[in-house]
């Protein structure tokens, strides 16, 4: 399943493979959001933004990886989710800057 999502990202050679799948009015991601602001001008790493509870495409996404995020996070699908769809590294709900940061530089 996860591999299908992948090929479809693939096209764009510049893209670091770091995704968040978000959602508009999760709590939890607009507190997130902001430190991936901050992580990306810090740090140069790039995090693409997928919005899944207004962007059916963006949501198909995420359940094409169910299978690698939902062990990792609670066996749910849940915003905010950060997938490294290269290593399948998982981070599921609000989490220090410092750990976002660990996970992205790895």
Known sequence: MGNAGA?????DNNMNKLL???ARECPHCIVM?????RLE???GV?????????NEKNADLMRSYRDIIEPKCGGQLRT??????????????EV???????????
């Open 20 to 22: 968040i799948f978000h």
């Open 41 to 43: 001008k810090e740090t």
């Open 96 to 106: 220090k800057y410092e750990d976002l940061e660990d996970w992205a530089t790895k």
């Open 80 to 93: 905010p989710t950060f997938m490294n769809t290269e290593t399948n590294d998982i981070l599921c709900g």
């Open 46 to 54: 790039k995090i693409e933004r997928l919005e899944v509870w207004h």
């Open 7 to 11: 090929a479809s990202l693939e096209g």
């Open 33 to 37: 959001l902001p430190l991936v602001d």
